[in-house]
């Protein structure tokens, strides 16, 4: 079989006597012999067993957890500029095929500097088998110890090292997801790249944890970077589930990233972009979309944290945040303070019912911007942002495949693309962050 091109989601795109087959483990332009896992109406999954004529972009996996099944990063055997032209496609097809724009112009993908160690944040959990690491891919109750990681940084993983060492001396259980029985559940490691601080976080069930100090100390003796030791405890089933209570066992209950000349305190559970690089462009790129505001009103809808917000108060007379997370509406509040911000202010609600009171109580904004989750905004916030009839909506997107749907809302009401920019925030993954400046005409 042979494999065209790279899909949203990760697999390679082929064709079977005309069915599509999407092919996991493939590269672009290579022929295949696959394995079928699953057949649905319109497509069938399946999985390489064997490469016929590989592709020119296939390279050898630089992390050896890929043959562990390692949920991590997928994209390791596609060198990475054919990674960042998948993406740019994917884009670009999304945009075409999913919202009927056929003859957008779509800017050159944008790129970190380094296709590996960028993220400031990760998780990793634990297991009975005495392990500490990353999920296998789509398996939520089965673990990749882990050895070595070349997404976030080397101080990472030696943390990772310490934290199940100590488990395993001190023989503390393990969190079973398929019992529920067990103490240590989760390990996250936060670095703030522009600051040089780092934050560790173990989530344990509630209980006694006699030896909390002695893993602070462990913690700060294996990295001296780290300023920040906190335990999080949950009994919820889930892992996504918030933190019940959070303890501090070693310096500060934050650390400190900068974006520009803004400053924002992370705590354990803050929201914030997972690349600081990526921060920083998704950053400039708003400003430059959302020159229109300079000197007015603007709404930044979805505004987490206010990463967005704060930088939009120094273009505009007024920036107004919109987040359903009142944890995260409080944190952004703190960053406006410390900042010395106060054209900002920030609604917490629901952006369905907290917009047409803002446009009721503020006027209609010369730009809104958003930045829905991956699930998009859907049609009736764009109903509604079509409606207010602002100048020009720029929509930061993290998932193309709901982008196209929701900007296919606002072409009902005149609204045309203006300027689209992928931009790469996620290399050896499928994921790829879109902003789209969008003009009422």
Request: proline fraction near 6%; hydrophobic fraction near 45%.
């Amino acid at each position: 079989m042979r494999v065209d091109r790279l899909a949203y989601g990760g697999a390679g795109v082929g064709r079977l006597d005309g069915f599509v087959v999407f092919v996991e483990g493939a590269a672009p332009e290579e022929t295949v012999r696959a394995r079928i896992r699953r057949v649905r109406r319109r497509h069938a999954e399946a999985v390489v067993a064997a490469v016929e004529a590989a592709s020119p972009a296939r390279i050898e996996p630089r992390c050896p957890h890929v043959r562990d099944d390692c949920g991590g990063c997928r994209w390791q055997h596609v060198a990475y500029p054919a990674q960042a032209q998948a993406k740019a496609a994917i884009v670009r097809e999304s945009l075409a095929h999913l919202g009927g724009f056929g003859d957008v112009p779509v800017a050159p993908i944008l790129t970190p500097p380094e296709p590996w160690y960028y993220r400031n944040k990760m998780e990793f959990s634990f297991h009975p088998d005495g392990v500490l690491g990353l999920h296998r891919h789509g398996a939520w109750d089965r673990i990749v110890s882990l050895q070595t990681c070349f997404l976030q940084s080397p101080r990472a993983v030696a943390l990772v090292h310490a934290a199940r060492a100590f488990a395993l001396e001190h023989g503390l259980s393990l969190y079973d997801p398929r019992t529920r029985q067990g103490f240590l559940r989760r390990l996250v490691v936060r670095e703030g790249r522009r600051t040089g601080e780092t934050m560790v976080v173990l989530v344990t069930r509630s209980g006694p944890f006699p030896q909390a100090q002695a893993f602070a100390e462990r913690m700060v003796a294996t990295d001296p970077s780290v300023v920040s030791v906190v335990r999080g405890t949950s009994d919820a089933p889930s892992d996504g589930a918030p933190l019940e209570a959070v303890e501090v066992l070693h310096g500060r209950e934050a650390i400190a990233e900068r974006v520009g000349e803004l400053t924002f305190r992370i705590g354990p559970e803050t929201f914030f972009q997972t690349s600081t690089w990526g921060a920083e462009r998704l950053t400039d790129l708003v400003l430059r979309f959302a020159e229109p505001a300079r000197g007015g009103l603007v709404f930044d809808l979805y505004c987490g944290v206010g990463t967005f917000t704060l930088a939009l108060a120094r273009l505009a007379r007024h920036a107004a945040g919109v987040e359903v997370a009142s944890a995260a509406v409080e944190a952004a509040r703190q960053n406006a303070a410390h900042n010395g911000i106060g054209n900002a202010t920030f609604h917490a609600g629901d952006v369905r019912l907290v917009l047409p009171a803002l446009l009721e109580q503020l006027g209609t904004p010369q730009v809104i911007v958003l930045d829905p989750p991956r699930a998009g905004a859907g049609a009736r916030v764009m109903r509604k942002i079509g409606r207010a009839g602002v100048l020009r909506v720029v929509y930061v997107s993290c998932n193309p495949t709901t982008l196209a749907p929701d900007l296919r809302e606002l072409a009902a009401f005149g609204y045309r693309i203006a300027a689209v920019q992928p931009v790469d925030l996620f290399p050896q993954t499928y994921h790829v962050e879109t902003v789209v400046a969008l003009d009422r005409t």
